[in-house]
């Protein structure tokens, strides 16, 4: 089978328009067409790299909001009904306080709770309304490595934009999109540094199991 009937092919499966995405990004040459076949199967590589980072960052993110809830609240947190009145209600997008109360009405332990919430939800208690209550007291015990010369706002703030780059690359590559224009370095340095705060000996074993830099250097 010549390269034309690969390119043809596999064009024809994934669609004209999904590939015209990767076609513009190659340069002018007789082999676009076998670049952006190569560009689409290094952004899946590149997908599955980054996601098992995220996946590690996620897990340590909500452990370490966990852990201050727990001062706070207990070790049943979720079922608090202080805690479920804290969070915001919007009649209208997103509701952490919908959530939580649909997801306790499931699961009936604390552990089988905290997997089921989504990624938003662990990024929208990195606001100011939970200043007060959890972060004042609590931000340098569930983060030990912020630098305290940032102060409790500006350590609670960096977490949530970290949090949103990441939130939106996670959904890139859950919907199967391109990331390949973005600057992939810089979320994964995110995706440690996030880490970091938590635990400098897990962020360390992230980056050595981890193969994102690895894959970044092959990028066609």
Known sequence: ???????????????????GTYRGAVTLTDDQDMGAL???????????SLLSAIHICEV???????????????????FSTAFSRSLPDPPVGYSPRRDIRSVTRSHATTGKVIP??????????FTSRHD????????????????????TRA??????????QI??????????????????????KKLTELVELRCSVTAGWLRLTQDVNAV???RP
């Open 216 to 218: 970044l250097d092959l």
């Open 167 to 188: 939130r939106k690359l996670r959904n890139r590559i859950a919907h199967h999109e391109p990331i390949f224009a973005r600057n992939l370095s810089d979320d994964y």
């Open 38 to 48: 190569n560009l689409y199967a290094w952004n899946a590589t590149i997908s599955g």
């Open 1 to 19: 089978m010549s390269n034309k009937d690969v390119i043809d092919a596999v064009t024809a499966s994934l669609s004209t328009a999904r590939m």
């Open 116 to 125: 089921e919430l989504k990624f938003v939800f662990w990024q929208k208690m």
């Open 132 to 151: 007060s209550r959890l972060w004042n007291p609590y931000i340098y015990s569930s983060f030990p490595n912020a630098d305290p010369a940032l102060g």
């Open 155 to 164: 350590v609670r703030t960096l977490i949530y934009n970290d949090l949103e």
């Open 60 to 78: 340590v993110v909500r452990n370490a909001v966990s852990d201050s809830l727990t001062r706070l609240y207990g070790p049943r947190w979720p």
